[in-house]
Every structure is written in C-alpha cells, then in structure tokens.
C-alpha cells in the first residue's frame, strides 16, 4: 500500500493533490506496489517531486500499525521462492527477515509495557514455535533457514525451547492468562504450562481423547466453545510462530487485531521470521528468533526462567485419588481411583471426544507419561491404536483443576467425600515427652510465626534490599520443614528448610507475597502468604501468623 506525504512548496496541497489523482488516472503511477513505480518517463518523475510530492511506502506490515514509520526495515536474511502455505491458499513467499537489533529492541519495549497494561492476554501458538526444538514446520522452505534444530530420532523426544519456558514464566507472573495452540506436541507442559489453561484445538500427542485433526476435520466441540470464550475476553494476543494460513483457530489473532483498530483492545502481537496476511493490522509486527526476542522481552520485564527440568508433582505409584464422576467430570462430592498400574482397564469418557467411549488398557510409563492401548474404531475394524496421557493431565485432576478427565478406569471406584476424608485424615498428634509424667501432655501449639528481616546495603544495581524470612524463635520446636515459594524471577523459586532457624535471605529490589508452606513436626501442614515490606529496617519488621485449626 502506498501513501502520500504531502510538502507545501510551490503548490497548496488541494493542487498537489489533483497531480497526484491525474497520474493515477493516466496509469503513471501504480497505486498497489510495495515501492514507487512511474510508468513513463524520468522527467514526469522530476516534476512530481519539483511539485512537492513524495511518495513513502507504508511501513505498517513491517512495524505494525503502532511501529515508528523511521525504523529501519527489516532485513531479508533467507529467501525463497515458494509460498509458505500455498496448500492453505497463502502464496506469501517463504522469505526469512530479521529487524534491526535496535528496532527490535525498541519494539520489546513496546511489547513489554503492553503485556503490563493487559488484562486478559492470551497466546496463539504455531508450528514455529517448536522448530528449534527439532519439530520440523510446514511454512519454512528457504534452504538457507536460520533456524538450526537438533535432529530427532522421535519428535517425542523434543525439549521445550526457551520461548516455551518464557510463556511460562508469563504465566505464573500473572500476566498470560490462556494458551491456543496449533501444535499437538506439549511442549509447553513440559516446560510447566499448567493443562487447566492450555486449549490443545488441533488435537494433542498427550491426550489420548483429543486425537490430532487432520487439516479436513473438525474440531471438537467443547474445545471450540472454550476457544471462542477466550477469544471474546482477550484484549492482547501474542501470535508466535504461525503463517495465520485460514486455519478456523486464527481468530484468536484476528479478533484482537480487528478489536484493536477500533480501539477495543490493546491488540495483537505478531512474532515471526515470515510474512503473514495479518501483518499491517497487527499493533507490533516482530521480525525475529523467538528465543532472541523472549530473551530481551523478560529482560524489560524482570523475569526470568527456571532452569530445572519440569518433573509432575505426583504421589508416589500408579493409584491416584481425584474428585471426579463416573462420567470423567468435576465433582467436588466424590472421589475417583484413578487406576493407573499395568493392564488396568481404562476407557474415554468424553462424549465431544473423536473416540468417545473406546476402551483399552495401560501399556507402561516412559518420562512420566503413561502408554495406553486403546481400541478404536477405523474402516469398520476395532484396531488397538497406541496413544500417550501426560502426567500433567493427572496432576491437574488431582487439583481439581480441569473440567473433565481424558481417561478413566472401566467401572472406577467412587466414594462420597465425607468417606475419603475420614479415610485420609490430617495427622494430628501431641508426642509425650519421655521425661514427663504419662498424664502430663504438652499443650497443643495454636499457630507459628513467620518474621521477616531487612537492610538496605550498597549496591551498584537496584537490587539493594537484603531481606530475610525465618520463623519465630519461639516456634522453631514445633516445625521440621519450611517451603518458601519466591517470585519466579529467584533462581530457584522454591527454597524447602529444613533445620532451625529455617531461615532464607536473598537480595532484591522489589516487594512481592512469598508463600509459606510450613510441615509441622505432628505432620500437620499449614500455609500461609507474607507480604514483604521494605518500608523499614530491622531484625522483624513484618511477622505473619499461621494459624492452626
């Protein structure tokens, strides 16, 4: 798209602008290219400009419509000549382009300050994502890619890449708030992205009730729904890694950018080595690696990512208890064995699912995920197909955390849950010391103490606030553990004690809740927030208390 910068030389801008319709009307000028073309000769061109015109190619699919037109454009570092989706109808060229290391810069700086205003960010996520992690792509063709991804003897073997781990770390800082993916692989759980808030539309490796769609399926139903709700409620979107070829899922990045040129959103954010149709109506158009720019994005906000591997939180065995219905669904009055040892019988319970109602039997366990063999229905043959569940799936179920289950046991035992409860009850024992006399028992402890330190110390950074939390003095007797959960910033952020004065120091800048998870030596455990404060000095400048039931 072209327009016009109009120059008060020698003419008045009603005049210019009679030129400019002349030439258009005589075919001189074309409109509809991406640089100025004159059709005719050089001496039409020379008087244009002696006429005070000057014609500027529209910067906006290379910046985004709220780019600074003065920004160098992006440059072409791999070209190719075939269409990155034509079997989608999308003919854009597979070219590979970077910004200028400054440009990008200053675009993150946007990004960043936009994230912090949100609040209802979403991502969208495509098969660029994952590339580097060795999960080949259908929109790159250029021989000359940059992109360098490990070979994989399976795709199953892929690791998160760096940009996985920093939507994460989005995550927990509160700001993004739901995950749409195209890509089945789960990498973002692996990399921690809790299940509860990740919409699998294309279908997933790890969940043997949402097989993958093919390109001329459908997609089920309830995941629809829940896709079409966030798409009304999100007013950012960060749309990494995908060609936005007409899949039916893109109206998670299309809705935000058409609600953001009416000034109803914040907008949407596209982050790609490629070309997309949605290029000029996007708010940010970011030409780059997504590790290279995750990187610089945390940097602007103060994040940071773990480096420990994501391991489930499970009990230990293959017998997990979940608040779940005969029918797979959330139920806060029951609870569910989930019977996950070998050759136990399982089926799908979901009636949205492609394979409603298939049974089949656990096979085996490999990286925490369990291998199930369940039967189904092809060519009008039952055919035992091998399908993987992730543990995260569990581990959500046991939180309660998901609406409905993927698998559960043939004939599941289910007990009220006043009836679990007695049969899992908290711990609660006063030992007798040995010393006193066998009628003499201690006097139940009521609550423990968490008090918190700070120092304001020399620093050429601003991170010039010592804090320290540690428990009363007082309490230390009744505790054999403490659990402090940090801001994901803290490397690590999650610090366990387990000897007096169960005390952690680190040094900082800001204030944030620290959770505090304290194990009783009766085995009682007992939580609690506290707020830290930098408002004074001193050995207990804040106390929280935990009170025990």
Same mark, same amino acid.
């Given at each position: 798209?072209?327009?016009?910068?109009?120059? @008060?030389?020698?003419?008045?801008?009603?005049?210019?602008?009679?030129?400019?319709?002349?030439?258009?009307?005589?075919?001189?000028?074309?409109?509809?290219?991406?640089?100025?073309?004159?059709?005719?000769?050089?001496?039409?061109?020379?008087?244009?400009?002696?006429?005070?015109?000057?014609?500027?190619?529209?910067?906006?699919?290379?910046?985004?419509?709220?780019?600074?037109?003065?920004?160098?454009?992006?440059?072409?570092?791999?070209?190719?000549?075939?269409?990155?989706?034509?079997?989608?109808?999308?003919?854009?060229?597979?070219?590979?382009?970077?910004?200028?290391?400054?440009?990008?810069?200053?675009?993150?700086?946007?990004?960043?300050?936009?994230?912090?205003?949100?609040?209802?960010?979403?991502?969208?996520?495509?098969?660029?994502?994952?590339?580097?992690?060795?999960?080949?792509?259908?929109?790159?063709?250029?021989?000359?890619?940059?992109?360098?991804?490990?070979?994989?003897?399976?795709?199953?073997?892929?690791?998160?890449?760096?940009?996985?781990?920093?939507?994460?770390?989005?995550?927990?800082?509160?700001?993004?708030?739901?995950?749409?993916?195209?890509?089945?692989?789960?990498?973002?759980?692996?990399?921690? @992205?809790?299940?509860?808030?990740?919409?699998?539309?294309?279908?997933?490796?790890?969940?043997?009730?949402?097989?993958?769609?093919?390109?001329?399926?459908?997609?089920?139903?309830?995941?629809?729904?829940?896709?079409?709700?966030?798409?009304?409620?999100?007013?950012?979107?960060?749309?990494?890694?995908?060609?936005?070829?007409?899949?039916?899922?893109?109206?998670?990045?299309?809705?935000?950018?058409?609600?953001?040129?009416?000034?109803?959103?914040?907008?949407?954010?596209?982050?790609?080595?490629?070309?997309?149709?949605?290029?000029?109506?996007?708010?940010?158009?970011?030409?780059?690696?997504?590790?290279?720019? @995750?990187?610089?994005?945390?940097?602007?906000?103060?994040?940071?990512?773990?480096?420990?591997?994501?391991?489930?939180?499970?009990?230990?065995?293959?017998?997990?208890?979940?608040?779940?219905?005969?029918?797979?669904?959330?139920?806060?009055?029951?609870?569910?064995?989930?019977?996950?040892?070998?050759?136990?019988?399982?089926?799908?319970?979901?009636?949205?699912?492609?394979?409603?109602?298939?049974?089949?039997?656990?096979?085996?366990?490999?990286?925490?995920?369990?291998?199930?063999?369940?039967?189904?229905?092809?060519?009008?043959?039952?055919?035992?197909?091998?399908?993987?569940?992730?543990?995260?799936?569990?581990?959500?179920?046991?939180?309660?955390?998901?609406?409905?289950?993927?698998?559960?046991?043939?004939?599941?035992?289910?007990?009220?849950?006043?009836?679990?409860?007695?049969?899992?009850?908290?711990?609660?024992?006063?030992?007798?010391?040995?010393?006193?006399?066998?009628?003499?028992?201690?006097?139940?402890?009521?609550?423990?103490?968490?008090?918190?330190?700070?120092?304001?110390?020399?620093?050429?950074?601003?991170?010039?606030?010592?804090?320290?939390?540690?428990?009363?003095?007082?309490?230390?007797?009744?505790?054999?553990?403490?659990?402090?959960?940090?801001?994901?910033? @803290?490397?690590?952020?999650?610090?366990?004690?387990?000897?007096?004065?169960?005390?952690?120091?680190?040094?900082?800048?800001?204030?944030?809740?620290?959770?505090?998870?304290?194990?009783?030596?009766?085995?009682?455990?007992?939580?609690?927030?506290?707020?830290?404060?930098?408002?004074?000095?001193?050995?207990?400048?804040?106390?929280?208390?935990?009170?025990?039931?």
């Amino acid at each position: 798209m072209i327009f016009y910068e109009v120059h @008060f030389c020698n003419h008045s801008g009603d005049q210019v602008e009679d030129e400019v319709e002349r030439h258009l009307a005589e075919g001189s000028l074309n409109r509809s290219s991406n640089v100025v073309e004159l059709i005719g000769d050089y001496l039409i061109k020379m008087d244009m400009i002696k006429r005070g015109l000057r014609l500027i190619e529209d910067t906006s699919k290379w910046h985004g419509f709220k780019g600074d037109s003065s920004w160098k454009l992006p440059k072409l570092v791999a070209a190719s000549d075939q269409a990155n989706r034509a079997d989608q109808g999308n003919t854009i060229k597979a070219n590979e382009y970077l910004d200028d290391p400054n440009v990008l810069d200053a675009k993150m700086t946007i990004i960043a300050e936009m994230i912090k205003r949100s609040e209802n960010l979403i991502t969208y996520t495509g098969a660029g994502l994952s590339r580097a992690s060795g999960i080949p792509d259908y929109a790159s063709k250029s021989k000359d890619s940059i992109i360098k991804a490990p070979k994989l003897k399976s795709n199953l073997d892929a690791e998160p890449t760096y940009a996985h781990h920093c939507l994460t770390a989005l995550h927990k800082a509160g700001y993004l708030k739901h995950y749409v993916q195209q890509n089945h692989d789960g990498l973002p759980q692996k990399a921690g @992205f809790p299940q509860e808030n990740m919409n699998e539309i294309h279908g997933a490796w790890f969940d043997p009730s949402n097989p993958v769609v093919q390109f001329s399926g459908s997609l089920r139903g309830d995941l629809f729904k829940w896709m079409e709700q966030v798409e009304r409620e999100a007013d950012m979107c960060l749309c990494l890694g995908t060609s936005l070829s007409g899949m039916n899922a893109d109206r998670m990045a299309n809705t935000p950018a058409k609600k953001s040129l009416r000034g109803e959103a914040i907008g949407t954010v596209i982050i790609n080595l490629q070309q997309t149709p949605l290029d000029d109506k996007c708010v940010i158009r970011v030409f780059a690696e997504l590790d290279v720019a @995750f990187k610089i994005l945390l940097q602007k906000l103060g994040l940071a990512i773990s480096d420990r591997p994501y391991t489930p939180n499970l009990p230990d065995g293959h017998i997990y208890w979940i608040p779940y219905n005969k029918k797979g669904v959330k139920d806060d009055s029951v609870m569910m064995k989930l019977d996950m040892t070998l050759e136990s019988d399982i089926c799908i319970p979901h009636p949205k699912a492609m394979n409603a109602n298939s049974v089949g039997k656990v096979k085996g366990m490999r990286d925490y995920n369990y291998t199930v063999c369940i039967l189904e229905s092809q060519k009008g043959f039952q055919v035992g197909v091998n399908r993987l569940f992730g543990a995260w799936w569990i581990e959500s179920a046991i939180r309660g955390a998901i609406p409905s289950i993927p698998i559960i046991n043939v004939n599941p035992e289910i007990i009220p849950m006043e009836q679990w409860q007695e049969m899992h009850p908290c711990k609660e024992e006063i030992k007798d010391h040995e010393m006193l006399d066998q009628e003499e028992v201690k006097t139940p402890i009521e609550s423990v103490s968490i008090i918190q330190s700070h120092e304001i110390v020399p620093s050429t950074s601003s991170n010039q606030h010592k804090w320290g939390l540690q428990v009363d003095p007082r309490d230390e007797e009744n505790v054999s553990l403490v659990e402090y959960v940090l801001h994901p910033t @803290f490397n690590p952020p999650m610090i366990q004690c387990t000897q007096p004065p169960f005390r952690i120091s680190r040094l900082g800048w800001g204030t944030f809740d620290v959770g505090c998870n304290v194990t009783l030596k009766s085995g009682r455990q007992i939580q609690a927030i506290h707020k830290l404060t930098f408002e004074v000095e001193g050995d207990n400048v804040r106390s929280t208390t935990l009170q025990i039931d």
